[in-house]
């Protein structure tokens, strides 16, 4: 399974990417939506999942889902809002845009676990 | 010898055993000798709260104590997910309930959440009926949540969850579809409580049913219990449900042998289906 983790804070890229990377994702990380999309296109690599902070600078998260959704080869990927923001028009934004799912910080790890298992995504137990 | 202030000096070992007895006879819950941190953790917590000072004299006279059952909640474990365990639910509405509405369309059906807790496991069932199978009126089904804590029980009738407990396990999606935003929270929309009720009950004593049931959920609670005890519990289940009627439990625990039910899987769901 790979991951790629964007999110414009260290700190909080190397807390998920923990999280993940113990459930067997292989993780790639990257510091902006803007160099997500760049790294997307050069490394023409198909994640099963990003997750995806919303407020980061030049590009945001719901722009970068935006963006995702109307590239075809990214159809399978799921998009997985990870963000303190809990008001309900952020979150409704986000997956009107096409997120699958919207996760508040911070993150607690057998709660993102069982999102996750929501989405169709299987652990060894 | 401990002297822990403000408490009068107790024998820990012989406060856990008094602890471990009432337990095990008034609710089957089986404190390992590991589990001493339990005093600490929840018992002289508990007793400071009431005021009372002398441990021993009140575990000695616990059964005939009124806080009794206050002490039992104390010890319950009331931690809890929404969609915990997705399988089972997969289970639930992809075979088990399409098997049971082919057989029965015109009946009602019957689920009951045994140590249903604060009603996530309740809400999930009933969210995802709704979901996936909404041809499924809502008089047609009944989802009954049973727990002795009274206050998860009045937790669970009011389905008002915090965002953080909506963050553990509901999907996004079901939030704006069965959910309405209420302060700091989210509460369940009356189209799904309306196929929920909740009731209290010990699990070891009898359960007041007047019907029995299509399905039980009993997940995470028979780890809890001795295996004699385990069985006996299995027994009681396959009594409370209809011929055929099938038992969920958690993903991970591994049932007892026993003549009441047998085991089926369909790749990753597993469910027991009565023997009777």
């Known amino acids: 399974m790979k991951a790629l983790v964007i999110d414009d804070s260290r700190g909080a890229r190397i807390m998920i990417s923990k999280h993940l990377t113990r459930y067997g994702f292989s993780i790639h990380q990257e510091p902006r939506a803007t160099t997500a999309l760049e790294h997307l296109r050069t490394s023409k690599i198909i994640y099963d999942i990003a997750f995806v902070d919303v407020f980061m600078p030049e590009m945001n998260g719901i722009e970068f889902v935006r963006e995702i959704r109307k590239k075809e080869e990214y159809d399978e990927m799921f998009l997985f809002m990870v963000t303190s923001d809990a008001s309900e028009a952020r979150m409704r934004e986000a997956m009107e845009a096409g997120a699958d799912e919207y996760f508040i910080k911070p993150v607690e790890p057998s709660a993102l676990l069982v999102k996750l298992e929501m989405l169709g995504f299987k652990f060894s137990s | ?276």
């Not at chain 2, 799904?192 to 004593?205: A, D, E, G, P, Y």
């Open chain 2, 1 to 276: 010898m401990s002297t822990s202030s403000p408490f009068a000096p107790y024998d820990r070992d012989e406060l856990f055993g008094l602890l471990q007895s009432f337990l095990l006879g008034s609710v089957g819950i089986v404190l390992h000798p590991k589990q001493q941190f339990q005093l600490e953790l929840r018992l002289l917590p508990f007793l400071e709260q009431h005021n009372i000072f002398d441990p021993v004299a009140f575990l000695k006279n616990i059964r005939i104590h009124p806080l009794q059952d206050d002490l039992v909640e104390a010890f319950t474990t009331n931690e809890t997910y929404f969609f915990r365990g997705p399988h089972t639910f997969q289970g639930l509405i992809k075979h088990v309930l399409p098997n049971l509405l082919k057989e029965n369309p015109s009946r009602k059906l019957r689920i009951l959440s045994a140590a249903c807790s604060s009603g996530q496991e309740v809400y999930s069932i009933a969210i995802h009926i709704r979901s996936h199978i909404p041809s499924l009126e809502h008089q047609k089904v009944e989802i009954c949540g049973i727990d002795i804590d009274r206050a998860v029980l009045k937790k669970a009738e009011e389905g008002w969850y915090s965002q953080f407990e909506i963050n553990r396990g509901m999907p996004t999606k079901y939030i704006f579809r069965y959910f309405e935003r209420e302060g700091r929270g989210y509460r369940v929309k009356d189209n799904i409580k309306q196929m929920t009720k909740f009731v209290r009950s010990n699990l070891l004593h009898r359960f007041p049913a007047q019907e029995l049931f299509d399905v039980i959920f009993l997940r995470n609670v028979l780890i809890y219990f001795s295996e004699a005890e385990q069985k006996r519990q299995l027994l009681k289940m396959s009594k409370l449900l209809r011929p055929k009627g099938v038992l969920f439990v958690g993903s991970t625990e591994i049932l007892p042998k026993n003549p009441y039910f047998k085991r089926i899987q369909k790749r990753n769901m597993v469910w027991y289906q009565a023997t009777t």
